[in-house]
């Protein structure tokens, strides 16, 4: 097998909510609680869920824009969860991300040339000519041509600016990159254009990606492994094959034929959740999905299931395959 | 049934900004018959809001103006009505409901209160009247605690209950018409499936038509009986549900559908159509999709196709298949 690029075990964070007179009464939303999971080299490891499952907040700890409450990350098999800020910085060479907003995560007074070369700036890895000439061929990598570097971000459409984003991820030769929802913004015209584009530098480059997106058939067309995410857990991890095809835990049932497919033919039998997601604040005991669970069991309702192997390679929290 | 129950020919919509007219709306032709769902697909900007908001005459507070064409709702010139009239009509016969349920819904009145307002308006119920109906439509699209619900406000409630409550409001005066502009689009897919359940059973227990705004092709795969497919502006593909995914004419209407990543069909490289929408102050001239388009023929960059029908109840703006008309005429 691969070699393992990024480990994180047991990872945690909690958000303090202040409640009371004064704030002294604190209480916690639970946005990620106890994620584990690893990524191999040259992969894509994809990340789906609802919105508040926690699936934004592990790409950032994963960053580490966020320091985990708890549980620890290994990169290259070294523990990264607790580095010092200088240590960071010569991280982040290697852990880059691209954004959903491709309005909101570019300078709008900078040129496009001086967005793609702020990181090569920052690290002082490359100047003047040696700059120029990386920008270029950053620009022209992501499909864009090197007569673009004087333009501002306004003067592109939104497909253009999210390659800016990806060219400036790729400044630095990352290893990982954590593309949070990057194509979610998008017209579906252009979705597949780049799409296409970060698997093309995924082969050229040998990239590894955590790809993190609420949508099942984007994270099927891209990933090579997807975990599932329901309040802050990990419900199921597997091959994506595995997963698509023979899903185990009953909320990734429920969420696979949620999904309309686009074929007037197929009137497909719907497992209709009730109900909407709890608070991530005050999350239901045991298995936080029992109350939508159709194969509720009294256990379910007192005991968290641990993520487990029932498969070969195929990992799932959820009593029934205890 | 074949009665029309929404006719639009040749509207035009402009907007008046001061860097000058912007056609969002250029031509559209297309009607809805009792009953029917239609679709409209596009992507951002090809003017499919804009037709919606045209027909419920909601541009008067923006730069838009209707400037051409008709548009005829059960015999009706709706353009040419008096506001008063008009007024009568939304949220009677023709209801809307909207993407963001959160800035749809007004945060310092009650559910109660905003259901109860179009009701007592126009079904001219009492308060106590108006109440039970409100309930009665909590009920109806499967709000839990109805009668408590009722006595609270928007912020209370999750978004998918939120879009509950749009569309019971939409629902509570009996439209012959309901407009849905992305009524999904920002909910997540579990919610999403149970919405469009909802719409689908409404649909069916009372006859009402539905005009359905989306990008999502799996949504109108799952809920539409007719297809229209919207470019800069424009119609460029008319057909019913299953002549659109299986037998689709137009390049652009074939290229989004390849363009989507579909679950359990394993395909390596997804199709992509080159190229970015124009801008509406950037319009090629000829066909609006030639520059994109991988069939573009000299003629195409020259002149604009007009929308001809190819087949029965099939019709499509291109020239690839008027050629075909022409010789066997």
């Known amino acids: ?322 | 049934m074949d009665n029309k129950l929404l006719e639009i020919e040749n509207l035009k919509t402009y907007f008046f900004t001061d860097s000058g007219r912007v056609p969002a709306v250029n031509g559209v032709d297309l009607f809805i018959r009792e009953g029917e769902t239609l679709g409209i697909v596009g992507e951002s900007g090809c003017g499919k809001s804009v037709t919606s908001l045209s027909v419920m005459r909601l541009l008067a507070h923006t730069p838009g103006r209707v400037v051409d064409g008709s548009i005829r709702f059960a015999g009706m010139d709706l353009l040419s009505l008096p506001e008063s009239k008009m007024r009568e009509i939304r949220g009677n016969e023709i209801a809307m409901i909207f993407q963001e349920p959160m800035t749809s819904l007004n945060p310092v009145y009650k559910i109660g209160d905003q259901i109860g307002e179009a009701v007592r308006l126009h079904l001219k119920y009492d308060k106590k009247k108006a109440r039970e109906r409100v309930i009665q439509m909590l009920k109806l699209v499967g709000i839990p605690r109805a009668e408590e619900i009722v006595d609270e406000y928007p912020h209370q409630l999750s978004g998918g209950m939120r879009q509950r409550i749009m569309i019971a409001m939409a629902m509570s005066c009996e439209p012959k018409l309901l407009i849905a502009d992305e009524p999904t689009t920002a909910l997540d897919v579990t919610i999403q499936a149970q919405i469009l359940d909802l719409m689908r059973k409404l649909k069916e227990e009372r006859g009402t038509a539905i005009m359905l705004i989306t990008h999502d092709l799996g949504v109108v795969a799952e809920m539409c009986d007719r297809v229209v497919v919207m470019y800069a502006g424009k119609v460029v593909e008319e057909a019913d549900v299953f002549d659109i995914f299986e037998n689709p004419k137009h390049p652009y209407t074939q290229g989004l559908l390849h363009s989507i990543p579909k679950l359990r069909r394993k395909t390596e490289r997804l199709q992509s159509i080159p190229g970015n929408v124009p801008t509406p102050g950037n319009m090629p001239s000829g066909c609006k999709f030639a520059p994109r388009c991988s069939h573009a023929m000299d003629v195409c960059r020259e002149q604009e196709p007009d929308l001809l029908q190819i087949a029965s109840g099939h019709r499509c703006r291109c020239f690839l298949y008027q050629n075909d008309l022409a010789k066997e005429a």
């Open chain 1, 1 to 322: 097998m691969a070699e393992q690029l990024i480990e994180a075990k047991n990872l945690k964070k909690y958000f303090p909510v202040n409640k009371g007179l004064f704030g002294r009464k604190k209480s916690y939303v639970r946005a990620v609680d106890g994620v584990s999971f690893s990524i191999f080299k040259g992969e894509t490891l994809g990340l789906v869920g609802e919105s508040g499952c926690g699936k934004s907040t592990t790409g950032r700890i994963i960053m580490r824009l966020l320091a985990p409450t708890e549980g620890e990350i290994r990169f290259n098999g070294k523990d990264i969860s607790r580095l010092p800020d200088h240590q960071l910085r010569e991280l982040r060479k290697e852990l880059q991300m691209v954004f959903q907003d491709p309005y909101a995560s570019l300078n709008p007074r900078m040129t496009v040339g001086e967005i793609i070369a702020e990181p090569l700036v920052v690290h002082r890895t490359a100047t003047g000519k040696e700059r120029d000439k990386r920008v270029q061929e950053l620009l022209e990598l992501v499909g864009l041509s090197s007569y673009h570097a004087n333009r501002y971000a306004h003067e592109f459409s939104g497909g253009q600016r999210q390659r800016i984003g990806i060219a400036r991820a790729l400044a630095l030769h990352p290893k990982l990159i954590v593309a949070d929802e990057p194509v979610s913004a998008l017209d579906v015209s252009i979705q597949s254009q780049v799409l296409n584009l970060m698997q093309d530098l995924q082969k050229e480059l040998g990239l590894a990606y955590l790809f993190i997106s609420h949508d099942l058939s984007v994270v099927e067309h891209i990933s090579d492994r997807v975990g599932v995410m329901y309040l802050g857990r990990i419900v199921e991890i597997a091959e994506k094959d595995d997963l698509y095809d023979k899903p185990l835990h009953p909320y990734t049932q429920a969420l696979l034929s949620a999904v309309p497919v686009a074929d007037p033919r197929i009137r497909k039998e719907r497992i209709i959740l009730e109900g909407d997601i709890p608070s991530p604040s005050n999350p239901p005991q045991g298995c936080s999905f029992h109350p939508r669970c159709k194969s509720c069991m009294d256990i379910c309702k007192t005991t968290v299931p641990e993520l487990k192997e029932s498969e070969p390679g195929h990992f799932t929290a959820c009593h029934l395959y205890g």
